[in-house]
C-alpha cells in the first residue's frame, strides 16, 4: 500500500531554504531601494575631508544633508551647504589604486546611500550671502557685512579673523556666497571672485544642508542654522 502523505524530508528542506532565499532577497532589495530613495530625494551621507569648516566640522566628520531645501524648504543665511564644485574649485586628485572589486563595491553603497559620499566633486561651507545680498569686508572693527550690516560670527574657528582679504560683491540671481567657518584655510568665494559667477556658486549645484554630524560618536551634534547672527539683515 503507498503510505506517503506529503513531501519526502528532503524536498521539504529544499523548499524551505528556497523560500528563505526569497524572502532574503526581497528584504535585501526592498532596503537597497528605499535607501536609494532616500538618498536621492531626502537625506544622504557626506565624509568632511578638509579642515575648512572647523571647528563646526573636523576632518573625517560624517554628516547628514537634507535634500529638502533648496526645494520645499527655502535656503537661509547661515545654513551649512553641500554643492558640487562649479569649476576649479577643487585641486585634481588622484585616488591610490585599489583591487577592483572593492572600487565597484564602494561605488555601488555609495550610489544606494549605505556609504557617505566622498569629497570627490564636493565641498561643504557656509552660506553668507543670498541672490541679491551686498557682502563685503572687512569694516572698520575688521568683520563681514552683508547688506551694510556688520556680522558677529560666533561660528568662526578659534583665532580664525573674518576675512584677510578686502572684498566687495553683489550676489547674482540664483547664486549664493559661500564661505569657510576656518577663513585662514577655506578657499571659497573670497578666491573665486575671477572665476564665473564672481565668486558666487549657483544654487542649482546645492546638493542640500547639512543638518547633523553623525560619526565619530562622540562628535554627534545638531548644525543649527546661527539666524541670531544675521537677524539684522535687511532683506
Known amino acids: ?47 568632511i575631508p578638509s579642515s575648512s569648516m572647523e571647528q563646526t ?26 554643492f558640487k564644485d562649479p569649476g576649479g574649485w577643487l585641486p585634481e586628485t588622484t585616488a591610490a589604486p585599489q583591487p577592483v572589486w572593492r572600487q565597484r563595491t564602494t561605488d555601488v553603497l555609495t550610489y544606494v546611500g549605505l556609504l557617505p559620499q566622498d569629497s570627490g566633486e564636493h565641498l561643504i561651507k557656509r552660506v553668507v550671502g543670498l541672490p541679491g545680498d551686498e ?14 550690516v556688520p556680522l558677529d560670527e560666533s561660528y568662526l574657528a578659534e583665532g580664525a579673523r573674518p576675512s584677510e582679504v578686502d572684498f566687495t560683491t553683489t550676489v547674482p540671481a540664483g547664486s549664493l556666497w559661500v564661505m569657510g567657518d576656518n ?15 564672481g565668486g558666487s556658486i549657483p544654487v542649482d549645484n546645492v546638493v542640500g544642508v547639512a543638518f547633523v554630524t553623525v560619526w565619530p560618536v562622540d562628535r554627534w551634534q545638531l548644525l543649527r542654522s546661527p539666524g541670531a547672527v544675521f ?4 532683506e
Open 135 to 148: 557682502v563685503a569686508c572687512c569694516d572698520a572693527e575688521g568683520r563681514v557685512t552683508v547688506n551694510g
Open 183 to 197: 577663513r585662514q584655510n577655506s578657499q571659497d568665494s573670497r578666491y573665486k571672485q575671477g572665476s564665473p559667477g
Open 231 to 234: 537677524e539684522e539683515v535687511p
Open 1 to 47: 500500500a503507498d503510505t506517503a502523505d506529503g513531501p519526502a524530508p528532503e524536498e521539504r528542506r529544499s523548499g524551505g531554504l528556497g523560500a528563505w532565499l526569497r524572502e532574503t532577497v526581497i528584504i535585501v532589495v526592498s532596503a537597497l531601494v528605499l535607501s536609494l530613495v532616500i538618498k536621492t530625494y531626502l537625506v544622504q551621507a557626506f565624509f
Open 57 to 82: 566640522l573636523l576632518v573625517g566628520d560624517r554628516v547628514l544633508v537634507s535634500k529638502l531645501a533648496p526645494g520645499p524648504l527655502d535656503l537661509s543665511r547661515g545654513d551649512v551647504v553641500v
